[in-house]
C-alpha cells in the first residue's frame, strides 16, 4: 500500500515570532525556518509502517515556494520514497490545501493518507479533515496510535476525556498527535542520498484548482502584556498575597 | 440572522463548553438553534432546551450519531447548516474533529478558535501559539467557525424555554466505527472549567509526587493539569495536559509547580487571571508571566502551602 504525507514548512517551533510594526502580519524575514513537528511525526509514522512491510512506498507532498523543497529533502532524508512539491507563492488557505491535496490523492491513490493534526503558524487543525471531506474517507484525527489490520486502519485518538479507538476503512485520513512517535534524526549519508531521489513539481494549474480566498486577514496584533509580577520571599506571603492582595483564594 | 450551535455532550448530559459558544452567538446576533445529534440523547436536547438565549433545539437522535463520528455527523451539520448565517462549535476535540469536515461539505472556510467576536463577519484568533492575535475577515456565505471556550462566558443553563424538534434522515457514512475508549477518572473539578487549577512541570521527578499538588488542589477545590514535559515523561496521563497541544485554560488562579514555562505551556495557561509559579530555578521563563513568583524548592514549599491554606 502507497502511503502519502504532507508536510509544512513553518517557523521553527523554537523561535519566538513577531508582529510586524504595521500591524500587517507577523515578520518572517530571516527567520529560522523548519518541518512543522506534527508532520515530522506523519513522516516518522509512514517509514515506520514502510519498516514494518505495511506501506510499499511513501510519498511526501508540500505546498508552497521554492523553498518548500528544503523540507520535503528533509522527510526524504528519514526515509520517505519520492517528493511532490505543489509549487505556489500563495500562502493557501485549508480548504485550497484540501482541495490540491485530494487532486494528488487522485493522482496517486494511496492507501492511507498521513498529515499533522495542525501546523503551529496558523494553529487552524483543518487540513485533514477537510481532505477526509473532500475525499469522503474516514478520519482518524489527533492519532496516538495507527495499527493497520486487513481492510482496516485502528486508530487510537486522543480525546478531551482520554483515548478513544476508531476502525476507518481504507483508504483513510489520519492526523498526528505529538504522542504518536518520536521522529528520528536524518543521517549524513541519508542527506546525501535524499539529494537524488525524485522529487516532480506540479502547480495548482496542473491540477486544475483555483486558490480561492475564504478569509480576509485585516489585522496582525501582539498579545496582550502580562503586567509584570513580584517574587514573594516565603510560602507565608504568597498566601497572605492571594487572600488579602489577589483575592482569590 | 440565524447561528446553529452544534452541541457538545456524551448522549446523558450537555458538556459546559457548549454554553460558552452560546454566549459567542449571542454576541454575533441572530435567532440561536441548537443542533443535539446523538443516540438516546432526548434528556441532552431538554437541557439545551432551558439554556438562555436559545431559541430552538435540533433533536437528531439515531444510532449512526451515537459516537458521534465526524463521517456520519458532518453530512447532517452541512444538510442543516445550509438554512444559517453562522454554524459554530466548541473548540474542543469534537468540535474541531467535525467543524472543518462540515466547512468543506460546504464548500466553505472554517475559522479555529475565535477568542473574540468583532462583527457578524470578523472575529479575533490567536496563532503562532498565541504569540500573535489575528482579526480575520470572513468571506464566504455561511460562516464555520470553533469557539475558545475560555475566551467567553458561560450562558445561563436555566431561563430559557427553546421548542425542541426532531430533525434530519439518518446518515451513515459506512467509513468508520467506535471500537472503544479509555476515559480517565476524575473526581475534581474538570481542567477547562475549574476556578482554580495547579499544574505540576518535569520539576515534580515522578508520577508518586503529583500527590503533593494534588493534596493542595483539594483544599483549593482545584483541577490538575501537568505540562507536555510531564506527561511525555509518563508521569501523568495527557488528558492532564495544559498546552498549544493540550488544554486551553484560563482560570482565575493558576499555580504552575516545577513548571520552566516553555512557550508551547504558556500558549495554554496565559489567560488565566493570577498565575502563581513556584520554582527552584529563578531565571525560569515562567516567572515573565507570574504575578506572585517564589524561588524555592517545591517539595519544601508545596507542603507548606497546604499547610498553610
Known amino acids: 500500500m502507497k502511503v502519502l504525507v504532507t508536510v509544512k514548512r513553518v517557523l521553527d517551533y523554537n523561535v519566538k515570532v513577531r508582529v510586524k510594526a504595521d500591524q500587517t502580519d507577523v515578520d518572517l524575514t530571516n527567520v529560522k525556518m523548519a518541518l512543522n513537528p506534527f508532520c515530522e511525526i506523519a513522516v516518522e509514522e509512514a517509514v515506520r509502517l514502510k519498516e514494518a512491510g505495511i506501506a510499499s512506498e511513501v510519498v511526501v507532498v508540500s505546498i508552497g515556494p521554492k523553498a518548500v523543497q528544503e523540507q520535503i529533502r528533509t522527510a526524504l532524508a528519514l526515509g520517505a520514497d519520492r517528493g511532490i512539491q505543489i509549487e505556489t507563492d500563495e500562502m493557501p488557505e485549508s480548504l485550497s490545501v484540501a482541495k490540491l491535496l485530494a487532486k ?19 494553529d487552524n487543525n483543518q487540513s485533514g479533515q477537510m481532505l477526509a471531506a473532500l475525499t469522503g474517507m474516514g478520519q482518524g484525527t489527533f492519532a496516538s496510535e495507527v495499527k493497520v ?89 504568597l498566601v497572605e498575597k492571594l487572600k488579602n492582595e489577589a483575592k482569590v483564594i | 440572522m440565524a447561528i446553529l450551535i452544534v452541541a457538545e455532550h456524551d448522549n446523558a448530559t450537555l458538556k459546559g463548553a457548549t454554553l460558552h459558544a452560546v454566549s459567542a452567538a449571542a454576541q454575533i446576533g441572530g435567532d440561536v438553534a441548537v443542533l443535539v445529534a446523538g443516540e438516546g440523547c ?45 454554524i459554530l462549535a466548541p473548540a474542543t476535540t469534537t468540535g474541531k474533529n467535525l467543524l472543518p469536515r462540515v466547512a468543506a461539505l460546504l464548500d466553505v472556510g472554517q475559522i479555529s478558535e475565535i477568542v473574540a467576536v468583532e462583527g457578524a463577519d470578523t472575529f479575533k484568533r490567536p496563532i503562532y501559539a498565541g504569540n500573535a492575535i489575528a482579526t480575520v475577515k470572513s468571506l464566504d456565505a455561511i460562516k464555520v467557525i470553533t469557539v475558545r471556550g475560555t475566551a467567553f462566558d458561560a450562558a445561563a443553563a436555566e431561563g430559557g424555554s427553546a421548542s425542541v424538534e426532531a430533525v434530519g434522515a439518518a446518515h451513515d457514512a459506512g467509513k468508520s466505527r467506535f471500537v472503544g475508549e479509555e476515559v480517565a477518572v476524575s473526581e475534581r473539578p474538570e481542567l477547562t472549567a475549574a476556578r482554580v487549577v495547579i499544574s505540576g512541570g518535569r520539576g515534580m521527578g515522578n508520577g508518586e509526587n503529583f500527590a503533593l499538588i494534588e493534596k493542595v488542589a483539594d483544599k483549593l477545590g482545584a483541577a490538575v493539569g501537568a505540562s507536555r514535559a510531564a506527561v511525555d515523561a509518563g508521569f501523568v496521563p495527557n ?49 515573565q508571566v507570574a504575578d506572585y513568583g517564589l524561588v524555592a524548592d517545591l517539595f519544601e514549599a508545596v507542603p507548606e502551602l497546604e499547610g498553610k491554606l
Do not use: C, W
Not at chain 2, 520552566?260 to 489567560?271: C, F, P, T, V, Y
Open chain 1, 104 to 122: 494528488v490523492v487522485a493522482e496517486e491513490q494511496p492507501g492511507l493518507v498521513i498529515l499533522g493534526k495542525q501546523a503551529i503558524d496558523s
Open chain 1, 149 to 237: 489490520e486487513g481492510e482496516e486502519v485502528l486508530v487510537t485518538r486522543e480525546v478531551d476525556g482520554g483515548l478513544q479507538t476508531v476502525g476507518l476503512k481504507l483508504p483513510a485520513i489520519v492526523t498526528t498527535d505529538l504522542r504518536l512517535n518520536e521522529p528520528r534524526y536524518a543521517s549524513l549519508p541519508n542527506i546525501m542520498k535524499a539529494k537524488k531521489k525524485p522529487l516532480d513539481v506540479k502547480t495548482p494549474a496542473d491540477l486544475g484548482v483555483e486558490l480561492r480566498a475564504h478569509t480576509e486577514l485585516l489585522k496582525v496584533e501582539p498579545p496582550a502584556e502580562r503586567a509584570g509580577g513580584i517574587k514573594v520571599a516565603s510560602v507565608e506571603e
Open chain 2, 42 to 86: 432526548q434528556a441532552v436536547a431538554d437541557e439545551a432546551a432551558k439554556v438562555a438565549g436559545v431559541a430552538k433545539v435540533l433533536l437528531a437522535d439515531n444510532a449512526a450519531y451515537g459516537h458521534q463520528l465526524a463521517e456520519n455527523v458532518a453530512p447532517l451539520v452541512a444538510e442543516l447548516g445550509k438554512d444559517f448565517s453562522h
Open chain 2, 239 to 287: 488528558d492532564m495536559q495544559v498546552g498549544q497541544t493540550g488544554k486551553i485554560v484560563a482560570p482565575e488562579l493558576y499555580i504552575a509547580v516545577g513548571i520552566s514555562g516553555a512557550i508551547q505551556h504558556l500558549a495554554g495557561m496565559k489567560d488565566s487571571k493570577v498565575i502563581v509559579a513556584i520554582n527552584k530555578d529563578e531565571e525560569a521563563p515562567i516567572f
